[in-house]
């Protein structure tokens, strides 16, 4: 869903307050708006196409949760590995040994594996990108107008996907950021 806004601040010549103030005031108080742009998006669901890989579980019951810890995986990967004494040392699970295990690239799947899983998603979208304009007149139909414009205003973080790819060392982990951080620009036109 996308959504803006548009308010004029009641504030000068012609407005609630200050409707009476003097040229001078009205040109620091008067002609002020503010416009926001709101994007909420739920997630896409993650991509496992192209992935004939070995899974011991239902995938329904796999559900993604992001952190900020770039080390912990967002979803349950220990089902698309085995845990037998072929990827252990000292009997103990061994990553690297599980991710080079060839037993996790499937020639062919016995049973369906989805190519997304509904459960596994990428993070839910919620951006706002709100300005400041100031109308200035300047005489008949000509007037200047200034932007200050908060792009990611509320500053918040959108995720990368996480690594879908098992034999990956990053199985599972975001490891980037999708969006840029708050952004602040300004800028001045001429409208006649």
């Known amino acids: 869903m996308t959504t803006s806004f548009l308010y004029e601040l009641p504030f000068g010549q012609g407005r609630r307050w200050g409707g009476q103030s003097s040229g001078f005031v009205n040109?620091?108080?008067?002609g002020w708006s503010v416009n926001a742009l709101g994007q909420l998006q739920s997630g896409r669901p993650l991509d496992f196409a192209g992935r004939n890989i070995y899974f011991n579980g239902d995938p329904n019951t796999l559900k993604a949760k992001y952190s900020n810890n770039s080390d912990a995986p967002v979803f349950d990967i220990s089902g698309f590995y085995f845990h037998d004494a072929?990827?252990?040392?000292n009997g103990v699970d061994d990553p690297a040994k599980q991710r080079n295990d060839q037993r996790i690239r499937l020639a062919n799947n016995v049973r369906y594996f989805p190519s997304r899983i509904d459960g596994i998603r990428s993070p839910f979208l919620n951006l706002w990108d709100i300005s400041l304009v100031k109308q200035v007149p300047i005489g008949g139909r000509v007037r200047a107008q200034v932007n200050i414009e908060f792009l990611n205003a509320l500053n918040r973080?959108?995720?990368?996907?996480a690594t879908t790819d098992p034999t990956?060392?990053?199985?599972?982990?975001?490891?980037?950021q999708n969006n840029l951080p708050r952004d602040i620009q300004i800028g001045a036109k001429i409208v006649f």
Do not use: R
Request: proline share 0%; glycine share 10%.
């Open 157 to 161: 973080v959108v995720f990368n996907d």
């Open 86 to 89: 072929a990827v252990q040392t």
């Open 27 to 30: 040109a620091l108080v008067g």
């Open 168 to 176: 990956n060392a990053s199985f599972g982990k975001v490891t980037s």
